[in-house]
């Protein structure tokens, strides 16, 4: 059965930081491509950071550019986002997504985790 399964999440102040975790099971994570998305009430999932199956390539959504940085260790089958200098605008319920393909910035993913909710205060 295929799982990921997001953690991490919380309340922080606004300058904190978070690091998330996405544990995969049940798929090939050594050649999936792997990326975080964000959803905030109201609004349309967002595209947050993407991961190829080596590592080798990243990729980042224009707002959170140089304050978060995504990685993976699939010796573990486990990718991380790290989140610095968090703003209020970052609250949101952050999901992770696996696909046999490469990055897209599109919520096209085969498959998703039940979501971490991440809460900056100001």
């Known amino acids: 059965q295929e799982q990921l399964v997001e953690s991490g999440g919380g309340l922080v102040q606004a300058g904190g930081s978070l690091r998330l975790t996405c544990v995969s099971s049940?798929?090939?994570?050594?050649?999936?491509?792997m990326a975080w998305f964000r959803q905030a009430p109201g609004k349309e999932r967002e595209f947050v950071a993407g991961i190829s199956w080596s590592g080798r390539n990243t990729y980042y959504g224009d707002s959170v550019k140089g304050r978060f940085t995504i990685s993976r260790e699939n010796a573990k089958n486990t990718v991380y986002l790290q989140m610095n200098s968090l703003k209020p605008e970052d609250t949101a319920v952050y999901y992770c997504a696996a696909r046999q393909s490469i990055v897209t910035t599109r919520p096209s993913y085969d498959a998703w985790g039940q979501g971490t909710q991440v809460t900056v205060s100001s």
């Open positions: 049940g798929r090939p994570f050594d050649s999936d491509a």
